[in-house]
């Protein structure tokens, strides 16, 4: 009797153990505390209000100091879309060395487990505990007891399962979360950059700020006064050419045509040629620049314009554009600088002279499909050029 007792305190046993660790698995302790949860509440209340006071800002006339509010304003919502990011990698991380905890000892039960069923069920083989039994109640309990016990390792197996691909996903998460946070890192240094180069450029005076919007605008229209003679700018591929001299590209080219110059509305494709001849000279000189690299950076154009500083940072590199004379075309090629020369009295154009071939000018025209070591006459004169610009980097 005491044995039948024992035996079945012990099958008992097992399944409570069984139950015990599937509602621990059931249980997985969630770590957005209370505390937590009201910390992200607020960043979403705070980011909410920056986006309000951006859209405001935006409403409002073109001023110096609107556009440092502007800059603080974004400077501020990136600040906190950061914390923000850092804050949900820090809870996930805390949700995945829990989920490895349980899996730790979600794996080592079923382990255990696995041992115990099978020596229980040798025990308890249908056939013998029906004809070794002395008592056929006796068979048919334990029989059911086994069936129990093989029902909750079932159960552990599955929560096994899907715990494991919970880990495997939050795991993922946790990749995507900290790609975001590096563009956010970088975007906020990016802003801080252009607020600074606002400040350089305009000497923080609001006549100079409105001098260089001026600049921008009478640019912007040249530029499009040369894309609507030229038909407009359809979307190119296949543009990119590279030898020995460096790098031709098209600011047409589907690789980087939509893109809005420094987040403006301004596409590269009608306004990025000194854009495109600039990452042309660049490529001539040993740099890794492409026209995308540039049109994606806020810090080297004045705010909402597209309108090029002349002298930025792009992927590392210090950018100086300098104006010369025209007449220094012909010496400049000669000591073999390329030259960005301006076209029309925009200028409306801007190209890449390569070098000079006897009387003849080889440039590299933005604009034009497969426009790379083109005859400067094949398009254009001599004379249409108005104005030159050298390009060094640091």
Request: glycine letters at 6%; charged letters at 20%.
């Amino acid at each position: 009797m005491r044995n039948k007792i024992y035996k079945y305190l012990l099958l008992i046993f097992s399944i409570a153990l069984l139950v015990l660790f599937r509602d621990y698995a059931d249980a997985i302790p969630k770590v957005f505390a209370q505390t937590q949860e009201q910390k992200l509440q607020e960043l979403n209340k705070q980011i909410q209000e920056y986006e309000q006071e951006l859209g405001r800002l935006a409403s409002q006339a073109s001023t110096l100091s609107n556009q440092i509010a502007q800059y603080d304003a974004q400077i501020n919502l990136t600040s906190l879309k950061i914390l923000q990011t850092q804050e949900e990698i820090m809870l996930l991380g805390g949700r995945i060395d829990q989920l490895e905890a349980s899996l730790q000892v979600l794996n080592n039960a079923y382990v255990s487990r696995v041992v115990q069923t099978y020596k229980m069920t040798r025990l308890n083989e249908p056939v013998l505990a029906f004809l070794l039994s002395p008592n056929l109640n006796d068979a048919v309990s334990s029989l059911h007891y086994l069936k129990r016990i093989q029902e909750a390792d079932r159960d552990l197996l599955i929560k096994l399962q899907v715990t494991q691909i919970d880990y495997q996903s939050q795991k993922e998460e946790q990749e995507v979360l900290e790609t975001k946070l590096k563009a956010q890192q970088a975007m906020l240094a990016s802003q801080k950059t252009a607020k600074a180069n606002l400040l350089d450029e305009t000497k923080s005076n609001e006549k100079k700020y409105q001098q260089l919007l001026a600049q921008a605008k009478s640019q912007l229209a040249a530029l499009r006064r040369f894309v609507t003679s030229q038909g407009g700018a359809t979307i190119l591929t296949g543009q990119t050419k590279c030898n020995a001299w460096g790098c031709y590209y098209n600011q047409r080219d589907a690789q980087w045509g939509n893109i809005g110059l420094g987040g403006s509305l301004y596409s590269a494709a009608e306004y990025g040629c000194l854009v495109s001849s600039v990452a042309m000279v660049a490529t001539h000189y040993g740099k890794t620049v492409n026209p995308g690299d540039i049109a994606v950076n806020s810090s080297a154009f004045v705010p909402g314009t597209g309108y090029l500083y002349h002298s930025f940072s792009v992927n590392g590199i210090s950018v100086s554009i300098t104006s010369v004379s025209k007449t220094q075309l012909d010496s400049q090629l000669a000591s073999g600088k390329p030259v960005i020369a301006g076209l029309f009295s925009g200028p409306d154009h801007f190209i890449v002279i390569l070098r000079k071939e006897g009387d003849n000018y080889i440039m590299n025209d933005p604009f034009l499909e497969n426009g790379s070591e083109r005859h400067l006459t094949d398009k254009y004169n001599v004379g249409d050029i108005t104005t030159l610009r050298l390009v060094s980097f640091n």
